[in-house]
């Protein structure tokens, strides 16, 4: 480990160019190899740089290790892979950042072909463990066939990102550009933020293949996998109003108009089976819900946007030209009036029976059920409406 003491200087003339960042908690058995195997990278590739160790407050004795062989130790005090990942990064003097586990499952002499995209303009460099290789016993069966291909295929589907391996741990950065991104979470997820952000951001993201070797840690890896895959996909969700929120609602309206509008005239038989206002009740009820659902969708995009979450959407500002208080105001009162007025024509319908029992047919309730419907949904209109406009205060 000698090679350790050729590691340079950060200075103010000669700036660092690569900062290998390892996230730490207990990891005794193989820190030392990790550091070994970036300084050996660094050092033959003749890569002004630095090994970060981020110790997220170990008991085995990591800390003596790390400074023993001439790493940088960098303690981080709240607990979590993304809080130790961001100390490391924060702490970071090179200009670009390596980032991988201290487990021994990512080969560090390896960062070479991370390195050359950074220094062709890349923003962030992912590693490929599918491309490159996974050997056995390296990753459990679940993780590989179910856990990574799904939450990677959900990522790609709802952020449209050019990645095929989202939880890989070796990866490549600009410091400047993550630094950009904010990245708010704290644990396992912390990777998928990093690249759904790079993306949202329009950075410039390429991959590289990586092998994948099983760890060393005599000790069952901090991973949990069901708890850690619902914190991805939660985050996942959370990061998409549009498919947690537009989409479904969307398709509600869609398909609850289309049935109210079929079962409107009165009875209808499909496929020997008879459909009456009961189903009209349940599309009228889709249609409702599936409109709070589109004004959630709108809501959390504003609201993340104004927060610093999710970056500015050229979409939303050339929507809000049009959807405005007033806009909203009108539209909600119509329908408020259409609801009134139907509402109106039931009630003369009852007087007509002399406020006793109505119709058999139904058809004063399929009345009654677009009287609520259109009240329902002016009133969420003009609610929506000044919320939205309260929202927008802070934007320009």
């Known amino acids: 480990m000698e090679q350790s003491m050729e590691q340079p200087t950060s200075t103010v003339s000669c700036p660092l160019e690569v900062s290998v960042v390892m996230p730490c908690l207990n990891e005794a058995d193989t820190l030392a190899t990790c550091i070994g195997k970036a300084q050996k990278a660094l050092c033959e590739n003749k ?9 997220n407050g170990s008991t085995d004795g990591s800390q003596a290790i790390a400074t023993r062989l001439g790493a940088r130790l960098v303690p981080v ?20 950042i390596i980032m991988g586990d201290a487990d021994d499952s990512y080969d560090f002499t390896n960062i070479m072909p991370f390195l050359t995209k950074l220094r062709e303009g890349h923003d962030l460099v992912m590693g490929n463990r599918f491309a490159g290789g996974i050997k056995p016993g390296a990753m459990p069966p679940l993780h590989k066939y179910l856990g990574n291909p799904i939450l990677t295929g959900i990522g790609r589907l709802f952020f449209h990102c050019p990645i095929a391996d989202f939880h890989c741990g070796l990866r490549g950065f600009k410091k400047s550009s993550v630094l950009k991104m904010d990245l708010q979470t704290t644990g396992m997820e912390f990777a998928s933020e990093m690249a759904v952000k790079a993306h949202l951001h329009q950075l410039k993201v390429s991959e590289v293949p990586i092998h994948l070797y099983p760890d060393k840690r005599g000790r069952p890896p901090h991973l949990r996998t069901w708890r850690d895959g619902w914190r991805h996909l939660r985050f996942l969700l ?16 869609v398909v609850g108009a289309a049935v109210g509008v079929w079962l409107l005239p009165g009875t209808q038989i499909a496929g020997g089976v008879g459909f009456d206002v009961h189903t009209l009740i349940y599309a ?10 589109v004004v959630f969708a ?3 995009k504003i609201f993340a946007i104004s927060e610093g979450l999710l970056p500015e959407d050229p979409r939303l500002n050339r929507l809000f030209r049009y959807v405005t208080l007033e806009s909203g105001l009108v539209t909600g009162l119509l329908l408020l009036i259409v609801g009134v007025g139907t509402g109106i024509a039931a009630v003369r319908l009852w007087q007509e029976a002399s406020f006793g029992a109505l119709d058999q047919t139904g058809r004063t309730l399929r009345i009654v059920i677009v009287s609520v419907t259109a009240l329902a949904l002016g009133l969420e209109i003009v609610l929506a409406s000044f919320f939205f406009s309260v929202l927008g205060l802070r934007r320009r």
Do not use: C, K
Request: hydrophobic fraction near 55%; avoid cysteine.
């Open 238 to 253: 959370l990061y998409s109003p549009r498919w947690l929120f537009f989409y479904p609602g969307a398709a509600l309206m």
């Open 47 to 55: 890569i002004h740089g630095e090994v970060i160790v981020a110790d």
């Open 298 to 300: 709108l809501f959390t």
């Open 77 to 96: 005090a709240a607990r979590g892979y993304g809080n130790a990942l961001m100390g490391g990064i924060a702490a970071a003097q090179g200009r670009f």
């Open 284 to 293: 009228a009820g889709a249609v409702i819900l599936g409109f709070q659902a």
